[in-house]
């Protein structure tokens, strides 16, 4: 019954056709992984329509995204909500509308004598940018499971992006690396000895069991959520609607994800659906879960997120 309400629902509120050519296009950049995978219904209606008045495009790293939000050349954007924060607390004018992904980082390698937090004493570990949230919240998890950082690891940042990151650890250039999803499904599929040592989400869980790891947000122009809100609304309920119905239907979603280049195949999608942790849920209603996952990256360096903890207008009301 699910399937058929969601069906439904995606053919009268995710596609927005026209009947003639619309006057504007509201641009909304995504990014290359669980933030599109969620979307791809979405995506893939839109694509059925000859004058939608809604176009998505999906980039490879964050900092593609930021610079298109610097030039407010984007209605809506995703990005690491850690990056949305340092835009906010420097005056652009977006706003934390959701969470769409909740953690999906994992310890990956070849070293299977890691079975344990103490094993990596000694180790040379493999994160693909420093300061960025995969590297600082791995090194929370290390200094909370008494490991310090700095002494008892070696952080190698050598390879720069996510892909050059999983290539390596795929090659076996990288015995240990922290990788996400759907980078994770990529590397098992190319390297069957690759093995996941920890699942850093049920790690940080453990730690912080009230505190959801809110890594990707949502965030819309303020003046266009000000002149467009029930746009705004439409686009919100499809994202969730489209995103619910990935999770309920794995292998249409995969095609679709492979179909439109998210990821190489849809085998790779289909093992990577699961691990992604997508489920769409409104700033608004988790302002205080958000606020502390920020508060824990503050604790470790302001910086990460622009000097403080953004105030209330951070969250569209």
């Not at 094993?119 to 600082?136: E, F, H, N």
């Not at 290390?142 to 700095?150: C, K």
């Not at 769409?280 to 205080?288: D, F, H, M, T, V």
């Amino acid at each position: 019954m699910l399937k058929h309400i969601i069906l439904f629902l995606i053919s009268t509120l995710v596609i927005s056709c026209q009947q003639e050519t619309p006057d504007e296009i509201i641009q909304i950049a995504t990014l290359k992984g669980p933030s599109a995978m969620g979307m791809i219904k979405m995506i893939d209606s839109l694509s059925q329509c000859k004058n939608a008045d809604i176009n998505i495009t999906i980039y490879n790293e964050p900092i593609q995204v930021r610079k298109l939000m610097l030039n407010k050349e984007v209605s809506l954007a995703i990005l690491p909500t850690t990056m949305g924060a340092i835009l906010y607390n420097k005056g652009v004018s977006y706003q934390l509308v959701a969470i769409p992904v909740w953690g999906t980082l994992y310890l990956f390698g070849t070293d299977t004598s890691i079975t344990q937090w103490s094993d990596l004493k000694g180790k040379r570990i493999y994160l693909m940018a420093k300061g960025m949230t995969p590297d600082v919240l791995f090194r929370h998890l290390l200094i909370q499971n008494g490991i310090d950082p700095e002494k008892d690891v070696m952080l190698d940042y050598s390879f720069p992006t996510h892909i050059d990151l999983a290539n390596a650890v795929a090659a076996g250039q990288a015995p240990l690396g922290v990788i996400s999803e759907p980078m994770v499904s990529m590397v098992m599929q190319k390297n069957k000895t690759v093995k996941s040592l920890f699942d850093l989400n049920s790690e940080w869980d453990i730690k912080h069991p009230e505190i959801p790891i809110a890594q990707t947000a949502l965030l819309v122009n303020s003046n266009f959520a000000k002149e467009n809100p029930e746009k705004l609304n439409a686009i919100i309920k499809s994202y969730r609607i489209s995103s619910d119905w990935v999770n309920a239907n794995t292998e249409q979603a995969a095609q679709l994800i492979a179909k439109y280049g998210i990821l190489p195949d849809s085998l790779t999608a289909l093992l990577a659906i699961p691990r992604s942790n997508m489920k769409l849920i409104e700033g608004k209603c988790i302002k205080n879960q958000i606020d502390n996952y920020l508060k824990i990256f503050y604790d470790l360096n302001p910086d990460i997120i622009g000097g403080k903890i953004p105030d209330d207008n951070f969250y569209l009301k």
